[in-house]
């Protein structure tokens, strides 16, 4: 029975994922970032492959255009290179611009909107050597399961991609030994489209691999972090205890809220009942408030009490049932009444100011 309690069976709850999120610890698998990157990346290439060639062309002709040897000096090499940086930046940087925002946009795919202050926050105890050579040998350690799965899945997309590398080549091998003779032009153009179909392929084939390992991360991630049934448990209780923490607070806010409408019962000019289960007590004073203002209400036991403070402080009590529950649902303490129950009232007001001889 204590090792059922011991095992890692249970599905990590909500609150454990969330933990586990803020240390940073999530599934996210790097042959899905690296593939989708490589599609993004070949997808632009086919994109502004062609801008980019056509600037390339136009470099190379303005500087073999303008070479003057005599204008080449050793001493300033930076005068000579500097056009072409200038070229590089103009011909790459959209490229890499929309690469690093594709790469920005794979990697909240995955983990989504993620900051973990506990992962970013230094270790100072790995910096130790005996911690340093422990973390070293365990990453080469190729006897662990995780290695020797890692190590599979190189070996295996080795493998693949070099099968569909041949595939490709033996497929056009034709075209490419025709390339015996032809012009450059041709050449350029045969080996490029031969290199495009390569990638092509590869890029599908790493997509399915990655896709596949991104389930299977998600599937050990969850593995990894199972709960035991004692610490589903003791969640459980700490999150009851928590239940009855809100609870104490919130009553005790409560009585705090009735005590402090009780004290303004001595204010009322009526308390209108029911008789026994409702009672509101109003207040009328029609040089602060246009209408009558409910100051306390309720049922049952804060009902008797509001009547044992009207009888101790000689405030009128009126019974009025339908006039009782409908103030004491339609109004909330400190508010006016509606206007559909200013007869109603004022009828009331109208019999207690009378006895009063006001």
Known sequence: MANDQNERTEDATAKRLQTERNKGNIAKSQDFTSSLLLACGLGLMYVLGNGMLDKLKTMLIETFSNLNPDNISNSDTFSVMAPFFKYYVNITALFFVLIALAAIAILRYQTGSLFAKEAIKPNFGKLSPSNALKGLLEKFNLFKPRQIVELVKSLTKTAIVALVGMNVIIKRKDELFGLLGATTSTGLEVIGSVLFQLLLNIC???????VL?????????????????????DERKNEEGDTKVKGRIRSFGMKILQQKMMSRVKEADVVVVNPTHYAVALM???EKVPAPVV??????????????????????IVENKPLARSLYKLVDINQVIPQELYVAVAEILQYVYSNKNK
């Open 295 to 316: 100051l306390a209400k309720g049922v049952d036991f804060i009902a008797f009490k509001i009547r044992e403070i009207a009888k101790n402080n000689n405030i009128p």
């Open 204 to 210: 599908i084939i790493l997509l399915i691999i990655g």
């Open 284 to 286: 009328y004073n029609p």
């Open 213 to 233: 390992d991104r389930k299977y991360q998600e599937w050990e991630y969850r593995k990894s972090i199972k709960m035991t049934k004692q610490e589903v448990k």
